[in-house]
């Protein structure tokens, strides 16, 4: 069975541009989370979705981070504009009965 | 208070020795544990559930102390392959999000 599916796995990218990353949860899952991991912070969890729908995005940072899931099977994280303090690896992870399962993670390195 | 904590180590441990972690919450009311582990610039993977009565797979057993509020990994005859970052995860009581330990780093020596 495939996992969650992250895209792209490296982006560098400068500051002020506009980034966009990409999931797909496993199938059948109903719950959709967005971290970022950085050595200072550690795992923050970003904002998480159940069935499609935004339940918590108290951990998004600021405005310029949105989240959305138009359907069960994709979802996007988008900065803009991007900074380099936002230079961070993000995950995204799906979860049915609690334990969640992580994607490959995007690699962001904004310049 | 930290909700979740853990030695960052990182332990030094030689192959084939045994090592064990803990990992302290604060809220007592809190329902489900687990261990994960992340390699270097990996995501993170589960582990292992902790159930109740405290559960063992392989090398590895996990223990819950709900009056301590403390939950534990042991790894025996440690391999070189064991080496990564182990977080401790905790689901409060009526909650979906899981908050995560720092993680404990452990380097398995040869």
């Known amino acids: 069975d495939a996992g969650v599916i992250q895209s792209p796995r490296h982006e560098v990218t400068e500051m002020g541009q506009e980034v966009t990353l990409r999931c797909k949860p496993i199938?059948?899952?109903?719950?959709l989370f967005w971290y970022r991991q950085t050595m200072m912070r550690g795992l923050e969890l970003l904002i998480y979705?159940?069935?499609?729908?935004?339940?918590?995005d108290s951990g998004m940072p600021e405005d310029r981070f949105s989240a959305k899931m138009p359907n069960a099977s994709f979802s996007t994280l988008k900065i803009q504009p991007s900074e380099p303090r936002d230079s961070a690896v993000y995950f995204c992870?799906?979860?049915?009965?609690?334990?969640?399962?992580f994607g490959p993670g995007t690699r962001l390195t904004v310049t | 208070r930290k909700e979740v904590e853990q030695d960052p180590g990182p332990f030094n441990v030689p192959e084939g020795a045994t090592v064990a972690f803990n990992c302290t919450y604060s809220?007592?009311?809190?329902?489900?544990f687990f261990w994960y582990r992340q390699d270097c610039r990996k995501e993170p993977k589960l582990l292992m559930s902790?159930?109740?009565?405290?559960n063992e797979d392989g090398r590895f057993t996990a223990q819950l102390n709900r009056a301590s509020q403390y939950i534990s990994l042991l790894i025996r005859d440690s391999k070189l392959s064991d080496s990564a970052t182990y977080l401790c995860?905790?689901?409060?009581?009526?909650?979906?999000?899981?908050?995560w330990g720092a993680g404990t780093k452990l380097i398995i020596k040869p």
């Open positions: 995860v905790v689901i409060p009581t009526g909650g979906y999000q899981l908050i």
């Open positions: 979705f159940n069935n499609n729908v935004p339940i918590d």
């Open positions: 199938s059948g899952h109903d719950y």
């Open positions: 809220n007592s009311a809190s329902q489900s």
């Open positions: 902790v159930y109740s009565s405290g």
């Open positions: 992870a799906s979860s049915l009965w609690g334990e969640q399962y």
